[in-house]
């Protein structure tokens, strides 16, 4: 298993976070990354919390502006997940993943929620970046209700 760099950026691609993880699996449809949350404070996004040294399991896809982060407690317990509308890019041993800002929440008795829909609206996106966002929102919602992979982990 080899390191891999991660960065959160904006829409427009200026980074704002850098953190590292290990790759776990790549393919031509994802790479798979393992991701210790060794941030200060804790996050509240509402129904979950990113919480210092809970493990993430990040799933970036090549061919979706989505990614999926499992969220773990430090003795391994489910949490549940947080997607993430992005656009990833990916380099040798580097994710870019650019936060489109429309995130959803399912929690382990498959209750959805959606986040931020209102910097979402405040992004100054074009009409089809805007409706691809959308659609893959709609995507990632049936996927979760379907309890596809990784929706099925416990």
Partial sequence: MSAITLIKATAAGKGRYRYSGVL????????????????????????????PNDRIIEYYYRHRWINIFELRRPDDSFKGWYCNIAINEFGEGVILWRDLSLDLVVLPDGTQ???????????ALDDETRARCLSELQYLQKWAAARRTPFDAR
């Fill in 24 to 51: 776990l699996a790549s393919d031509s449809e994802q790479v798979v990354v393992d991701c210790i949350w060794d941030r200060l404070p804790a996050v509240d996004v509402g129904a979950l919390a990113f919480e």
């Fill in 113 to 123: 929620q959606v986040l931020d829909e209102a910097e979402f609206e405040q992004l």
